[in-house]
């Protein structure tokens, strides 16, 4: 699979972060904000051992994949199903709000052949997407701030907060931060300074999620206890022009973020089947296939998936790279404590 750079690992994951933001229908307050805070300490904190795996010299996620073919079945697993979870975010805006299809499942459709489409150009085209898509997203924000500014009442920020709402909030934070899972493959393509803007990173996903949740309060109020998507009624409510409205921009925005929130779901999960079924063909087919599918499921029965991302993250993200870390550590003390000639027989 293509290379990128540490540039372009950022803006993929922000631009993954940013359609979570634009999908959630959680109202903003004190809480909340506080709980994004500590989830992001928390999980700059829990990205640590991966961090350090991917400083070793020769480390290569390909061939030390912890518990094998198994392990990479479990990130298989992860990727279908945040890929159905972006499907799902699909339906549930375009019922909530304007959008100029008449059937969501028949825009679906569209959506995933384009994703495959576009997932069969490969990693280094989404990489160069997501470069324009972090300019978008600038834009967009910077749009409905000025038209924020005038409408804003700062006497609709109410900060109350108890500690078991904040740490409520940051579990609930941590369960919809699948990117941290997509760091941990991702970084397998950069050739080098793979570590490099993590930090950034996380810098850019608090700052994009206080900057929304302080628009969302200040513009909306109590209006936004009965609004099912905060950021779509935000900028219905802060328009910059007389004229023409920016809904249409902010449209654009959700529906190319979730072009590439779901294409790379697909190209990850399509490369880690062809690690473990290389003969397989149409694997990014058979994993929009299984995304979808997984997707009508979940909203035919009304599944709540929080449990299991949240499950997902912890075991992808943190367990297994502390305990790949750890095994790489003690496998090199018991080379360098090895005796010489042991170390010569075994080089023999």
């Given at each position: 699979m293509s290379k990128i750079n540490s540039g372009q690992l950022f803006t993929l994951l922000i631009g993954v972060r940013m359609f979570s933001i634009i999908c959630s229908a959680q109202p903003s307050n004190a809480e909340q904000m506080a709980g994004a805070a500590l989830s992001v300490l928390l999980q700059l904190l829990a990205v640590l051992p991966m961090t350090a795996l991917y400083r070793q010299d020769g480390f290569s996620l390909k061939k030390e994949m912890l518990l094998g073919r198994f392990g990479k079945v479990l990130y298989i697993i992860f990727f279908i199903v945040w890929g159905a979870l972006s499907f799902s975010s699909l339906w549930g805006v375009t019922k909530s709000v304007y959008f100029p299809i008449d059937s969501s499942l028949a825009g679906s459709f569209i959506l995933a052949a384009v994703c495959v489409y576009t997932a069969s150009l490969g990693l280094k085209s989404v990489s160069r997407y997501s470069t324009i898509m972090f300019g978008l997203i600038i834009f967009s924000l910077f749009i409905m701030i000025i038209g924020a500014y005038p409408k804003a009442d700062l006497a609709n920020f109410a900060p109350n907060a108890h500690l078991s709402g904040i740490i409520n909030n940051a579990l609930k934070d941590f369960c919809s931060s699948g990117e941290l899972v997509m760091m941990f493959i991702l970084m397998e393509f950069i050739p080098s300074k793979k570590t490099q803007n993590v930090m950034k990173f996380f810098a850019g996903k608090l700052i994009l999620t206080e900057l929304v949740a302080v628009i969302e309060i200040t513009v909306l109020g109590k209006i936004m206890d009965i609004s099912d998507f905060p950021f779509f009624s935000a900028g219905s409510f802060s328009?910059?022009?007389?004229?023409q409205r920016a809904d249409s921009l902010y449209m654009v925005l959700f529906t190319m973020l979730c072009v590439m929130t779901v294409t790379l779901q697909i190209i990850l999960c399509s490369w880690l089947i062809q690690e473990i079924l290389p003969d397989l063909k149409y694997s990014a087919l058979l994993s929009?296939?299984?995304?979808?599918?997984?997707?009508?499921?979940?909203?035919?029965?009304?599944i709540d998936l929080t449990p299991v991302t949240g499950l997902l993250i912890l075991v992808l993200s943190v367990i297994i790279p502390i305990i790949m870390y750890i095994k790489r550590r003690y496998s090199k003390n018991?080379?360098?404590n090895a005796p010489a000639g042991n170390t010569a027989s075994a080089d023999a």
């Open positions: 328009q910059p022009f007389s004229i929009a296939v299984l995304m979808m599918g997984m997707s009508w499921a979940v909203n035919i029965f009304n018991e080379i360098k």
